[in-house]
Every structure is written in C-alpha cells, then in structure tokens.
C-alpha cells in the first residue's frame, strides 16, 4: 500500500515538474481551409446529382429552381404566371429526374421556340415547345409519355429525356480532355450531324449558350455557364 501511493506521489511531482518547465505550444497560423472546387460548388447547388429523385424533391432548392423558372419564363413577356408554373413544374421535375441542370432546358426551349407556342411546327416538322422530331421519338417514347407533341407536359418530357440520352452519349464518346461534351450533345439534339438541314446549325451551341446567359437569370442566380451548365451537366453524365 505504501509503496503504490509512493509511486503515486512520485507521478504527480512529475507531472508538476513538467508543466512548470515545458511552454505550451499555440497554433500561430490560421488553419487554412481549401476553396470549394467547381465540381463541390455545383454539387451543393444541384441536389439532382447526389439525391434519389424523390428525395431531390423535397429539398428547398427544388421550390427555388422551380419559382425561378418560372419568373425567367414571366420575364420573356412571352407567357402569363399560371403557364409559367405550370411549365416551370414539370420541365425542373424531368430536369431533376433526367439529371440535367434546369437552365440548359430553359435555353433549349427559348433557342427551339423563342415564342413558347405549343402549336409550333417548323419546316422539317419538329412540334411544340422543345421542337421534337416526331418520326425517331413518337414510336421510341410514346408508351412511356403519350403521343400529343403538342401538350407541353408531354413535349417537355420528351425533350428533357432526349436531352439526357444525348448527353450521357456525347459523355461517353468524348475524351476525358475534352470538356466538349455540352457542345456535341446539343448538335446532336439540334440534329446538326452534317448541316445539310440547317444553315449554319454548328452555332447551335453557342445560341442556346447566350440564350441561357440572357434568360435564365433567376435560374443560374449568378453563376456563370461553366457552374451552372456545362460542370453541373458533366457531373450528372457520370451518376
């Protein structure tokens, strides 16, 4: 007994000993924390990428892109606050559901059919808001969506989910330097493969690039179209 709480006694001046003689050491520098990369900044703002669908959903930032598509839609002058809604609904859902970021679906849309008509029909035969070539589509995803091109919901459904295969497409058959993807899969969608359709239809990219830019304002909240297109849409090819 006597010898342990002599060790005891021992331990403690030791102790003592040396915390009197020993500084304490301070951490002088800052810790410094790294940037987000754009890859993180655009999976904090897209919960499309990293959440199940309908968990996507119920985030804040699905009300968020939802308004803002439609008051970038009000803010065309093309179309009332009701069929801002209801287009803003669906088209940010697919876009949610299909993985590709709202914006670029907004930008298609006001490229194909800068007045928003769904009854408009252009000289090759493409229909409605997103302009969708009925002859490959129609007998693809009419089981799936229907087959009236001219109901929004339905054109809107087709088009996000064209858009979706075409990208994953163009993302596999890019190089990993390339960082063109966005480019080839929107000349796919445009179906500008030779250009023997459309004159000039190689630009097809760089309208809908400016037509983001100028429109879909409330939507991108500031980032520019690498964040809130091409990084975001390069990230949901590879989920």
């Known amino acids: 007994m006597l010898r342990s709480l002599a060790v005891g006694v021992a331990a403690a001046a030791t102790v003592v000993f040396t915390a009197m ?31 199940p669908y309908a968990d996507a959903l119920a985030t804040s930032m699905f009300l968020r892109d939802r308004n803002a598509f439609a ?62 070539d009925p002859g490959p589509w129609r007998p693809a995803l009419g089981r799936l969506f229907g087959t009236n091109l001219r109901n929004d919901s339905t054109n809107l459904r087709y088009g996000v989910f064209i858009l979706s295969h075409l990208a994953n497409g163009s993302a596999r058959a890019a190089t990993a330097e390339s960082g063109a993807a966005w480019r080839t899969a929107l000349l796919r969608y445009n179906g500008c493969v030779r250009g023997t359709n459309t004159r000039n239809c190689h630009s097809y990219p760089d309208v809908v690039r400016r037509n983001v830019l100028r429109v879909a304002r409330e939507v991108c909240a500031g980032r520019d179209f690498e964040t809130c297109v091409v990084t975001p849409l390069r990230l949901g090819t590879r989920s």
């Open 21 to 51: 003689r020993v500084e304490p050491v301070f951490l002088r520098d800052s810790i410094v924390i790294p940037r987000a990369t754009s890859d993180e900044h655009a999976l904090l703002e897209s919960p499309w990428l990293m959440l």
């Open 71 to 132: 008051n970038d839609l009000v803010n065309t002058g093309k179309v009332q606050l009701p069929r801002a809604l209801r287009l803003a609904d669906v088209a940010v859902r697919e876009a949610y559901r299909r993985k590709v970021p709202p914006a670029l679906v907004l930008g298609i849309m006001l490229t194909e059919n800068h007045e928003l008509k769904s009854t408009a029909r252009s000289s090759q035969g493409a229909l409605g808001l997103m302009q969708i």
